[in-house]
């Protein structure tokens, strides 16, 4: 009904920024067992009711999702070109955010083109090969929302806005993953266990026809994200919880292929308890785990988390540990406008 749908939007969208925000300060580390007991801890202090600590700034990750919402909210109609200013207008006015450097490189030579074709300095990066970063997999989740209905309309607005900063086909596959994960979260009910194993099913058989069929490939060799997720499903089964294990087989680095499947992961994989995580909370967990990998631990734990709580809805989010997220207000509330405009498509 429309009062779960609104609390699942507004829970994937927090739970994207509770991602970036917590995730943010462990970028770049490689997680020890010391490492996860300060992470334990950091934790339970951000959920207390009267933890007084400093604010946790969003990241690039945040501010470009915001812009994607944005664009949505005031023009309805899905207007690339717009979004596509957004971006930069975000970039130049608040440039401290953490961004990737061909992405910089991107914005600048929009802004000089003026906007005349808003797929083709992406295009022309990393000498014609474009990007594999996962800058464009960390922002759809909005999309994700916006098309909750129409499946296809999602997977080529998806591929759209990905193709402004990247256009390389594994960052674009991993963002068309990353949306089709977070459309599945929406449908399944909070109240009842996930099925995992249909859950990666579900994906594999979706990746299959993007990478396979069309691709008009006879083979599924070069079929590298479904070819991740069947290492999801290894992995849920063997239930291993080896950390250097599962970040050498699924990977955690700012690659789209080493991080979009990573995330699915840690969301399945928190459906259960996991050692050194003492939290019944399962975003909590997701987002925990996400970043008790290391890597690129703003972006995976805020992928996750757009997971978890599109499952689960925002009534299961911690309001202590909101409160040192940066903007969660106006997050809120642009969840809210995201979903009124969503319900005239
Ligand atoms: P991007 O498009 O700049 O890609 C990220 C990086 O990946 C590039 O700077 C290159 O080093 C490398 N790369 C991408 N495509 C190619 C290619 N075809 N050939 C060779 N190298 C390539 O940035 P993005 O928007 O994809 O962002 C990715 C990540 O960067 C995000 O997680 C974001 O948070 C940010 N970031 C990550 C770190 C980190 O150390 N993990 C640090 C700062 C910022
Ligand atoms: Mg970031
Ligand atoms: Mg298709
Ligand atoms: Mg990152």
Redesign the pocket.
Known sequence: DNILLKSKFRGCLLGSLIGDCFGAPF??DVMTGGGKVILQKYFDKLEGANFKGPIKQY???TAMTKCIVKSLTDKPAVDFKFMARLFVKEYFSDPRR???????DVFSKLRANKFEDIFKPAEE??SG????????A?RVAPLALYFHDNYQAMIRAVSDATRI??T?KN?INGAILQSMAVQQCLRLDPSEKVDTHKFVNNLIDKMRIIEVEDEGLDTEFLAPYKEKLVDVQKLLDSANDDTDEIVRILGN????LH?VPTAIFCFLRAQLPIPRITTDNKLRRSIQYAISLG??T??IASMAGSMAGAFLGDDYINKHLLRHCEGHKEMSEMADNLFAVTEDV
């Open positions: 970028e770049g990241t690039d990750d953490g961004y990737g450097k061909n992405v910089v990066q990393f090969m474009g990007s594999f970063g996962n800058g464009g960390m900063t990247h390389h960052a680095d700012i690659f789209a991080s890597g690129d703003d972006t």
